[in-house]
């Protein structure tokens, strides 16, 4: 498994990996546009993929101007081998080193993405949007979750 910054060359791989998700499927798949893609990987905050043998298997997206995660998604046959595990743990340590406001994020109830974010300690904070449970995680939480 490679692991590594994300960078506008693997936008299509990253639509590819998105559109294959058996969870949290976007309702409109033409709103999220491969210049949207571009403006959050290099203007509103960073993105980092994870590759094996040589192809993309996941990725993750941290807004730095809203304070959330914009995406953390991996093809269906690599879930539950760590992957999503690292790519957070990657993403929220450099969020943090940029800012120790507290970041949010919104994800369909009874998926196994609202489980996971619950065992990497995010804290469920009510709704978001008209159906999503929206989570947040603070810099001392992230901190503590970090030294167990």
């Known amino acids: ?72 998604f991996l093809l269906p046959e690599f879930e539950g081998q760590g992957i999503g595990k690292q790519l957070h743990r990657i993403m929220l340590d450099w969020y943090f080193q940029q800012t120790k406001e507290p970041i949010w994020l919104g994800t369909d109830p009874g ?9 990497q ?4 904070m009510g709704i978001h949007g008209s159906s999503e449970i929206k989570f947040e995680m603070r810099y001392h939480d992230w901190q503590a979750q970090q030294k167990n």
């Open 121 to 124: 300690g995010w804290r469920e």
């Open 111 to 119: 998926t196994r993405a609202e489980q996971f974010y619950r065992r």
């Open 1 to 72: 498994m490679l692991f590594r910054e994300a960078t506008a060359a693997d936008i299509p791989q990253l639509q590819f990996v998105r559109h294959s998700v058996k969870e949290n499927i976007l309702s409109d798949p033409t709103l999220v546009t491969d210049e949207l893609c571009a403006l959050y990987l290099t203007e509103r905050g960073k993105g980092w993929v994870c590759k094996v043998n040589g192809q993309l298997v996941g990725f993750a997206i941290v807004d730095l101007l809203d304070h959330n995660v914009w995406a953390l």
